[in-house]
C-alpha cells in the first residue's frame, strides 16, 4: 500500500508571493514533489517549465481558460454558444500541458447562464457539453492527456456552476464512455453538496483521476477545525488503493501559519506541520484566479 502523494495547489497556497514562478520555487523549498496551477496563461509556458525544473516539481494539473471573467464566465464546456471558444481553450491549455509535462487538465463546465432556470436548461447545456467532451477526449488521446470533470458545490462557492455533484459527473462520463475522461474528486465539494464521504470515494475512486482536499466550511487546511477527519479520509483513499496525487487546495492562514504537511506519515497517524518558504506573511485575501474552483 503506498502512501499518498501530495502537490501544493500554487492558486491557493504561498499568497504572499506574485506570480507562479515564486510560488513554484516555494513550494519545492516546502517539502513538495508537484503542484497544480489553476489558471497559468498569464505566464509563457516555457518560463513556468523552467521554474518547476529548478524547484524540482511535476506539474500535475492545470484548468482550461475560464472564458470571459469580466462577463462572468468560470469555464466554458456546458455553456451553449461558447463551443468555439470551448476548443480554443483547450487548444491552450494542451500546449501548456505539453510544455510544463502536465497529464491531466480539468475541463471546466461552466455557468448556468445569468437569470436562466437551472432545469429549464440542464438539458440543453448537457448536450453541449458531451459534444465538447467527445470533442476534447480525441484531442487529448493524440497527447496522451487525461481529462477531468470536477463538481464544483453550488450551496457555497458558485450558485451557477453546472456541475455540482459527483452522481451528475459520472452519468456525463459513462454517456461520453473514454477512458481518458475522468472524475476530480475535491472532497470540500462532495461533502458540502452530498456528504456521505466514505461511500462516495468506494463507488467512485474507480474513475477518479485526481484528489483535492480542504476543510469544511472554512476551507482551510486539512489540520484546522472542521467537519471532515483527514486522518480517517486519508486512510481511506490508501486502503482502496488510491495512488495518484492529492492537490492541497485551500486557503492558509493569515500571519505566522504553517504549511501542513505535504508528507502522510504511515496509515492514519497524526500529520505535522512544516514552515513556509522564508518571506513576508502576509494574511489571505484571494488566490490568484479571482474565482474559486
Known amino acids: 500500500m503506498a502512501p499518498l502523494r501530495f502537490s501544493a495547489n500554487l492558486s491557493w497556497l504561498f499568497p504572499e508571493l506574485s506570480g507562479f514562478p515564486a510560488r513554484l520555487r516555494a513550494a519545492g523549498s516546502s517539502g513538495f514533489e508537484a503542484a497544480e496551477i489553476g489558471w497559468p496563461y498569464a505566464e509563457p509556458p516555457e518560463a513556468l517549465a523552467r521554474a518547476a525544473r529548478e524547484a524540482g516539481l511535476r506539474v500535475v494539473l492545470i484548468n482550461t481558460p475560464p472564458g470571459d471573467r469580466e462577463k462572468g464566465e468560470n469555464g466554458l464546456g456546458a455553456v451553449p454558444g461558447r463551443q468555439a471558444a470551448f476548443r480554443e481553450g483547450l487548444e491552450q491549455a494542451v500546449l501548456y500541458a505539453k510544455a510544463l509535462g502536465c497529464s491531466r487538465i480539468h475541463l471546466m463546465a461552466g455557468r448556468v447562464p445569468k437569470g ?40 457555497i462557492t458558485d450558485p451557477r456552476y453546472f456541475l455540482d455533484t459527483p452522481q451528475q459527473a459520472a452519468a456525463i462520463l459513462q454517456k461520453v464512455g473514454r477512458p481518458n475522461l475522468q472524475l476530480q474528486m475535491d472532497l470540500f465539494h462532495w461533502q458540502i453538496m452530498d456528504g456521505n464521504l466514505t461511500g462516495n470515494v468506494r463507488e467512485f475512486l474507480p474513475i477518479v483521476g485526481h484528489v483535492q482536499v480542504a476543510q469544511v466550511p472554512g476551507r482551510g487546511e486539512p489540520d484546522s477545525p472542521g467537519e471532515l477527519n483527514f486522518s480517517y479520509l486519508f486512510q481511506l483513499l490508501e486502503d482502496e488503493g488510491y495512488t495518484g496525487f492529492v492537490g492541497c487546495e485551500y486557503q492558509p492562514r493569515g500571519g505566522e501559519w504553517t504549511l501542513w504537511s505535504p508528507v502522510l506519515v504511515s496509515g492514519s497517524k497524526c500529520l505535522g506541520s512544516i514552515a513556509p518558504a522564508a518571506g513576508p506573511q502576509d494574511t489571505f485575501t484571494r488566490p490568484l484566479e479571482s474565482f474559486s474552483v
Open 116 to 155: 436562466a432556470d437551472r432545469t429549464a436548461v440542464r438539458g440543453e447545456m448537457e448536450v453541449v457539453f458531451l459534444e465538447n467532451l467527445r470533442h476534447a477526449a480525441e484531442v487529448l488521446a493524440q497527447e496522451n492527456l487525461v481529462g477531468l470533470l470536477e463538481p464544483i458545490n453550488t450551496r
